[in-house]
């Protein structure tokens, strides 16, 4: 097996020649923000830093800066399929399965789509003889759906393809609300037009949209997850205030969970870390003899690691979402926006630096 080397597109960042540059303009920036923060609030922090996750300039100045590695590498496995799949042996070790991500997103054309294609599919090539229970996670961004829906579309088939060949599952992440209802239709077309029954989706609860979704993929027997949604929505589609998409993402667990839905054939991971949903789920399974390998847990790679354990160590399916590769800006900074204490952490470390 020839080893994985990663595409470097330019809208991609090669952290090792990034890091370094930079510095002087993030202190500022932080500065400044920790000051707007102090007058305005932390939901305004939050909405800042995801129009940082998606602004190049931003990406230039974070990824120039070189102690922001020790961060990220809290998040991310690393940058090669070999330090991926090294963290998934060890998580396996500690009783739990993984979801790896080859980090990637919004790519410019049609040949950087191409790039990343490929590179899921020696991903895929690599998990086959690893004995890791794996599946693997995409972005329809990644494989050019803005450019192009066939592309896209073309794209997803063949890793699906080379993923039911290789028994590996794959499940399509879900981006922005302008891109719903194409991710979906996409899923619907491989999965119930052309029998690709080897793919999953997710649904993000935090949208006004998403009881009749799920609805309807439970009557589909799909494989969902579920996730609140970590990006930045409009009030006319998304539900502004916090408790809302809580109150949403339990109804919908609730609906997933229920006999007719499991009857059917669907099956819901519940990805969170929150613990009140948690616990909400853990007593609502146990109140209705809901068994433990008919659901599972899912959580990121560096968030909330000893509670993961621990549902583990109780007999709980946990998966951990492994992203790896060079392209961890946007992701990264939408880690930051769902607890923008962590920006302070980075102050501290330029300051330690
Ligand atoms: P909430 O944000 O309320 O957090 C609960 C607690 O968890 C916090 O109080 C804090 O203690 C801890 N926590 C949460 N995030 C943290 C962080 N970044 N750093 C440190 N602590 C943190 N979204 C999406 O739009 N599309 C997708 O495809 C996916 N996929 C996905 C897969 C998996 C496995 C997970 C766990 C999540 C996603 N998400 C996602 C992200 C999801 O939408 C959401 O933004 C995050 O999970 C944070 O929400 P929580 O449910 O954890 O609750």
Avoid: C
């Avoid at 909405?47 to 931003?58: F, G």
């Avoid at 922001?68 to 496995?77: D, E, T």
């Avoid at 054309?109 to 020696?122: F, V, Y």
């Avoid at 499940?171 to 077309?189: F, G, N, V």
Wanted: hydrophobic share 45%.
């Amino acid at each position: 097996m020839a080893p994985v080397t990663h595409p470097s597109p330019a809208n991609q960042t090669d952290v090792h020649k990034a890091r370094g540059r930079g510095a002087g303009l993030l202190l500022p920036l932080l500065a400044l923000t920790s000051a707007l923060v102090w007058w305005k609030g932390e939901t305004w922090l939050r909405t800042l830093l995801l129009y940082l996750s998606r602004a190049p300039w931003a990406r230039s100045i974070v990824t120039g800066f070189g102690p922001i590695w020790s961060m990220v590498k809290r998040f991310v496995a690393g940058e090669s399929v070999d330090e991926a799949l090294a963290t998934a042996k060890q998580l396996q070790a500690e009783g739990m399965n993984v979801a790896v991500d080859y980090l990637g997103e919004s790519v410019r054309d049609a040949s950087e789509a191409g790039d990343a294609r490929d590179q899921i599919l020696l991903l895929i090539e690599r998990i086959r003889p690893s004995g890791l229970d794996a599946y693997i996670s995409v972005k329809l961004s990644q494989l050019g759906i803005k450019l192009d829906e066939n592309l896209a579309l073309e794209n997803l088939r063949t890793i699906l393809r080379s993923a039911r060949n290789a028994g590996v599952r794959v499940r399509i992440d879900m981006e922005e609300s302008a891109l719903t209802e194409i991710t979906l239709d996409i899923y619907r077309r491989l999965r119930d037009a052309e029998g690709y029954d080897n793919v999953g989706i997710v649904i993000q609860s935090y949208l006004f949209r998403s009881d009749v979704d799920v609805q309807q993929l439970i009557a589909e027997g799909a494989w969902v997850r579920l996730v609140k949604g970590a990006y930045k929505e409009p009030a006319t589609v998304a539900y502004p205030a916090k408790k809302d998409t809580d109150a949403a993402l339990l109804r919908q667990i609730e609906a997933m969970l229920s006999p007719q839905a499991r009857a059917g054939g669907a099956r819901v991971a519940v990805a969170t870390h929150d613990d009140a949903i948690i616990d909400a789920v853990i007593a609502f399974a146990k109140r209705n003899g809901i068994q433990p390998s008919e659901f599972e847990f899912q959580m990121l790679h560096g968030v909330r690691r000893e509670r993961q354990r621990s549902l583990a160590a109780q007999g709980w399916q946990m998966r951990v979402y492994l992203p790896y590769g060079t392209a961890w800006y946007p992701y990264f900074m939408r880690r930051l926006a769902e607890r923008p204490a962590n920006v302070w952490f980075i102050l501290s470390t330029y300051f330690q630096a």
